[in-house]
T-cell receptor
Framework: KAGVTQTPRYLIKTRGQQVTLSCSPISGHRSVSWYQQTPGQGLQFLFEYFSETQRNKGNFPGRFSGRQFSNSRSEMNVSTLELGDSALYLC????????????FGEGSRLTVL | DQQVKQNSPSLSVQEGRISILNCDYTNSMFDYFLWYKKYPAEGPTFLISISSIKDKNEDGRFTVFLNKSAKHLSLHIVPSQPGDSAVYFCAANYGGSQGNLIFGKGTKLSVKP
């Protein structure tokens, strides 16, 4: 079974630009979550999608948005990039149990200059 | 306000000895507690979890202990191996929000040969 695929793996943007990151979950998984990892804050929850609906949202500004498609693939978008948005963005695929076990992709490393 | 805290940013242990990683939490409503391991340039991988109704869970060399009265959990690795060197994240969730994990900031474990 293929794992979670995130693209692109690395990207560099400048302040004010926008970025779109993509995530393909494990086949059969209908939920995905997105996390931001920074050295100072650790992993912070961005949002969770199930069957194309946002189920939960973390405490991030409206510049951060996401969506999920009918094939369970998900995208997240960050508009008007700021230097502080430089981070590793991780997508996690959720099997559907209540145990909290998530299957993470390798992440997309965003650098904002 | 950090709901999940890992107060030790790093830990160094000799190969073959026990590694003990600690985690404190503040929210008594958490249903599950999990440990994830992360190598550089990879996404976190699930290690072991424990339900809030248990006080111990064991999986091979890894054992997690939960002390609800102290709001404290710990991960024991016995015996430690150099391949265990990684960043370990403690996480917790509410049962109704399986994709929304609250993570600690991580402890970097170094196992010396």
């Amino acid at each position: 079974k293929a794992g979670v695929t995130q693209t692109p793996r690395y990207l560099i943007k400048t302040r004010g630009q926008q970025v779109t990151l993509s995530c393909s979950p494990i086949s059969g998984h209908r939920s995905v979550s997105w996390y931001q990892q920074t050295p100072g804050q650790g992993l912070q929850f961005l949002f969770e999608y199930f069957s194309e609906t946002q189920r939960n949202k973390g405490n991030f500004p409206g510049r951060f948005s996401g969506r999920q498609f009918s094939n369970s693939r998900s995208e997240m978008n960050v508009s008007t990039l700021e230097l502080g948005d430089s981070a590793l963005y991780l997508c996690a695929s959720i099997e559907g149990t209540n145990t909290g076990e998530l299957f993470f992709g390798e992440g997309s490393r965003l650098t904002v200059l | 306000d950090q709901q999940v805290k890992q107060n030790s940013p790093s830990l160094s242990v000799q190969e073959g000895r026990i590694s003990i990683l600690n985690c404190d939490y503040t929210n008594s409503m958490f249903d599950y507690f999990l440990w994830y391991k992360k190598y550089p340039a990879e996404g976190p991988t699930f290690l072991i979890s424990i339900s809030s109704i248990k006080d111990k869970n064991e999986d091979g060399r890894f054992t997690v202990f939960l002390n609800k009265s102290a709001k404290h959990l710990s991960l024991h690795i016995v015996p430690s191996q150099p391949g265990d060197s990684a960043v370990y994240f403690c996480a917790a969730n509410y049962g109704g929000s399986q994709g929304n994990l609250i993570f600690g900031k991580g402890t970097k474990l170094s196992v010396k040969p």
